[in-house]
């Protein structure tokens, strides 16, 4: 998906540890660069984040997998990728 980014520790090329990960990734600059072309000043952009449902811009781990992934302890509304989804929005 290519939408957020890893931290692993590696000792050797069999050794390694997942540490954390972050949200940010691609998906951010395509969707800020989408939403820069959307809103016509930024007051319109903030009252809108105000008002909004990130679940319309965030990808979330429920959207990739269905729901949550009980396996490793990840809830269904954790987000994935933020602004994954602006990179396919188009403007009304």
Request: hydrophobic share 35%.
């Given at each position: 998906?290519?939408?957020?980014?890893?931290?692993?520790?590696v000792?050797?090329?069999?050794?390694?540890?997942?540490?954390?990960?972050?949200?940010?990734?691609?998906?951010?600059?395509?969707?800020?660069?989408?939403?820069?072309?959307?809103?016509?000043d930024?007051?319109?952009?903030?009252?809108?984040?105000?008002?909004?449902d990130?679940?319309?811009?965030?990808?979330?781990v429920?959207?990739?997998?269905?729901?949550?992934?009980?396996?490793?302890?990840l809830?269904?509304?954790?987000?994935?990728?933020?602004?994954?989804?602006?990179?396919?929005?188009?403007?009304?």
């Amino acid at each position: 998906m290519r939408s957020g980014a890893t931290f692993t520790k590696v000792n050797s090329a069999t050794d390694y540890t997942r540490i954390t990960g972050t949200s940010i990734g691609v998906s951010l600059f395509w969707g800020i660069a989408r939403y820069m072309n959307y809103f016509k000043d930024p007051t319109e952009a903030v009252n809108s984040g105000i008002e909004g449902d990130t679940s319309n811009i965030d990808i979330s781990v429920g959207d990739i997998y269905g729901g949550n992934y009980a396996s490793i302890g990840l809830p269904g509304q954790l987000i994935a990728s933020s602004f994954g989804k602006l990179k396919d929005m188009t403007p009304d």
